[in-house]
């Protein structure tokens, strides 16, 4: 059985590689997955307001987009420069914490953020996905396009260097995905409104599969404006705290989407296939080199709004980590049984894997909870994460797994 954490690299040098290593083999840790590159984070949001593994350093703040390994050039010749990674760190962690794997019974994972790179996104923003408006998707701008040919031609190339560079055993995707809508309006309008992506080489992949952006946007804004118009006249938001009204609109929506704008769920579909394509051409690489490819997904029930179809992507890993998490996002417990239930039928034979929030306000007795909710649909669990873990949740979580 796969018993995992994530760590991010700052954990790992500020607590010690050897002394990290030591300490996730004596609880039990066979898989260790640390982040080769990662997004930008604040301290307290998502994560509680210190770090628990190092007294050195309570706080932090990941910046954007920084890389943990030292590129070489030579396998990112095809692309401008100026979008090509460069190291920002001083240390080669991934180096490091390769070698230093071989020591220990612990299965060392490249956990790899794809298409979430906040610096180039924010940087470069004709690689960054686009809302029908043309109006850069999601919180900030954060997202590349996996449309994006330069794109691909990056996300490729840093998979081939941690192949065969770093002799990668496992590379684990995560935002392998595009942006969730940012809104608190719960009609479906607003949302397909700031769902990516409709930039120029979307829409170019959409008329190869025989559906027209244009088309589409123009009939969602036509349909959208009568919304907004009789929310700017009333000032009545069909939110969720409204739950009338909410129920009302979401139902109309989907009627005129069904009826009026049938492309739609088309180009939810597509959106799903670009992103499976993607991970198919990754895992034609990682294949080549022997190299096992994992993905970190969002929950089935709303895998779909970020472009995430478990049945097409099922056949390109091998295994999915469903990140359930409950109490630091107020997330019903309850879902638990029924996302992985549908993730286990919608992935077939996949190995499945539970992603478990292991970080305040969790407990020892919430992380127990879900450990039960989600035991009987699942081959492993996956704890996040080393560092935002109080010791006592930590080892809660490793010894009620055992124990069981």
């Not at 031609?153 to 990668?168: F, K």
């Amino acid at each position: 059985m796969i018993l995992g954490l994530w760590i991010h690299p700052w954990d790992l040098l500020d607590y010690g590689v050897e002394k990290t290593y030591e300490y996730v083999e004596s609880l039990g840790i066979n898989s260790l997955s640390m982040a080769v590159r990662y997004i930008e984070e604040r301290q307290a949001y998502p994560g509680p307001a210190i770090i628990y593994r190092c007294r050195s350093r309570r706080t932090y703040m990941s910046l954007r987009g920084t890389i943990y390994w030292h590129p070489d050039p030579s396998y990112y010749s095809g692309l401008p420069e100026k979008y090509r990674p460069r190291a920002i760190a001083k240390v080669d962690v991934v180096k490091i914490f390769r070698e230093k794997a071989e020591n220990y019974s612990v299965k060392p994972v490249y956990w790899l953020p794809v298409l979430r790179w906040d610096r180039l996104a924010g940087e470069y923003p004709e690689l960054a996905v686009k809302d029908i408006y043309g109006g850069l998707a999601g919180y900030k701008a954060q997202f590349l396009c996996p449309s994006n040919p330069i794109v691909r031609n990056l996300v490729l190339s840093v998979v081939e260097e941690l192949c065969t560079r770093y002799d990668a055993v496992e590379i684990e995707l995560d935002y392998i995905r595009y942006p969730e809508p940012i809104t608190n309006n719960a009609s479906s309008l607003h949302m397909f409104a700031l769902m990516p992506c409709h930039c120029e080489y979307c829409r170019r992949v959409m008329r190869n599969k025989g559906i027209e952006l244009d088309h589409l946007d123009t009939r969602l804004k036509e349909l959208l404006e009568v919304l907004i118009e009789a929310e700017d006249e009333t000032g009545i938001i069909c939110s969720k705290e409204n739950p009338e009204c909410w129920e009302t609109i979401a139902s109309m929506s989907y009627y005129y989407l069904g009826v009026k704008a049938p492309e739609a769920f088309k180009w939810l579909r597509a959106r799903s296939e670009i992103i499976a394509e993607l991970v198919s051409e990754i895992r034609d690489k990682t294949r080549s080199y022997g190299v096992e490819l994992s993905a970190d997904l969002t929950p089935p029930s709303y895998s779909w709004i970020v472009g995430q179809d478990y049945e097409l992507l099922s056949p390109s890993l091998d295994r999915v980590k469903v990140m359930v998490y409950t109490e630091p996002f107020r997330r019903s417990p309850e879902k638990i049984p029924l996302d992985l239930a549908l993730a286990k039928k919608l992935g077939r034979e996949i190995e499945l894997v539970a992603g478990i929030s292991l970080w305040p306000p969790s407990t020892p007795q919430t992380i127990k909870r879900d450990l039960d909710l989600a035991r009987p649909y699942t081959d492993g669990f996956y704890g996040y994460c080393f560092g935002w873990a109080p010791r006592r949740n930590l080892e809660t979580y490793v010894f009620y797994i055992m124990k069981r």
